[in-house]
């Protein structure tokens, strides 16, 4: 049996605060002499080992943006999550970045996202890693700053920002209202990514096509619902970038033996697997893989087709690109 450490992965689907290691966090506050409460929580919603709701979830998640006192602070998280994720056999990282949850407070949306990306270029180097940032609008509550996060996008393109996403828990999320805002930066050579198919139907995943034009879905599982729509992503070559655990976790399948992913692989939708928030969540990248294997039954060569769909990644670098098509053929032939 193959490993899956080995397996060259990429992972898009990663909101950076929520993502950072536990034990690096944990650190910090005892540094700035802060008890924080990180609760981990492994069951499904509603069980005694998941989060009481959605919104328990939602006011723990804020307790650590709240905690980075200096932009420091920031980079060295920035940092440890780098590090993270290249034990984790991950050759290229793309997490979704949110200046506007340390502005003012640390600066301006822009000096706080030049943090980021410096710490990002810094540990990628050192850990032979790609790293690149999603500037991303909260569809939930961002409205009156997408234009100023999409200045920053646009500045940032091929300099570190290689993507621009939107996400939001609430569906349908009005994406009609940032269809200028994703114009602008398709225009600037950023795809576009949104969270989509999540709590809504596969209606919102048509949404996120028609008024973004976005090529890959966070989440979309719920375009299974309409098999006419499965088949237009395949056709089209939409990639769903797909967090089994978070879902189980938010109550968006009750367990991982009912997740969408197997059905849209077999239906030739291309997918990702991603943590979504490890922080949380407690289940890495790699874990995700060890649930398609053990769960879902994936063959290795169903997991190489899986991370292969990472080369349709539109950030990547062509130096990335090639590295992880050769080691992707290399870990097929062992």
């Known amino acids: 049996m193959r490993s899956l450490l080995a397996l060259p992965k990429v992972h898009v689907h990663a909101h950076l605060d929520g993502s950072y290691p536990r034990q690096a966090v944990l650190d910090l506050a005892r540094r700035r002499g802060i ?65 506007q949850l340390f502005a003012p407070r640390l600066g301006s949306m822009r000096d706080i996202t030049r943090v980021v990306l410096d710490a990002f270029a810094s540990a990628g180097r050192a850990h032979d890693i790609e790293v690149g940032a999603s500037i991303t609008v909260n569809t939930d509550q961002d409205e009156p700053i997408a234009a100023e996060l999409t200045d920053i996008a646009v500045e940032f393109a091929g300099s570190g920002v290689t993507a621009f996403a939107t996400a939001g828990f609430e569906e349908p999320s009005g994406l009609e209202r940032f269809s200028d805002v994703a114009a602008r930066a398709r225009a600037a050579g950023l795809p576009v990514v949104a969270h989509a198919g999540q709590t809504g139907g596969w209606e919102c995943v048509a949404q996120a096509l028609e008024f973004l034009g976005a090529t890959r879905i966070s989440h979309g599982v ?33 367990d991982l033996a009912a997740h969408q992913a197997p059905a849209l692989h077999r239906a030739g939708v291309g997918i990702t697997l991603n943590a979504d928030d490890q922080l949380w969540f407690g289940r890495s990248v790699g874990d995700q893989y060890a649930v398609a294997r053990e769960v879902w039954g994936f063959s290795d060569d169903d997991l190489a087709d899986v991370a292969g769909h990472g080369l349709r990644v539109e950030g990547m670098s062509s130096t990335t690109r090639q590295r992880f098509g050769a080691a992707l053929q290399e870990w097929r032939n062992s």
Do not use: H, K, M
């Not at 069980?47 to 998640?61: H, I, K, L, S």
């Not at 375009?223 to 879902?247: T, W």
């Open 35 to 99: 008890d924080v409460d990180l609760p981990v929580r492994t069951g499904a919603v509603g069980t005694p080992q998941g989060w009481r709701d959605v919104w328990e979830f939602f006011e723990a998640y804020g307790r650590v943006p709240a905690l980075i006192g200096s932009l420091d602070d920031l980079a060295e998280l920035c940092t440890a999550l780098v590090a993270q994720e290249a034990e984790q056999g991950v050759l290229f990282l793309e997490p979704a970045v949110e200046p």
């Open 222 to 254: 719920r375009s299974l619902e309409n098999p006419e729509f499965v088949q237009r992503l395949a056709d089209e070559g939409i990639v769903l970038d797909v967090a089994p655990v978070s879902n189980v976790a938010l109550g968006i399948v009750p």
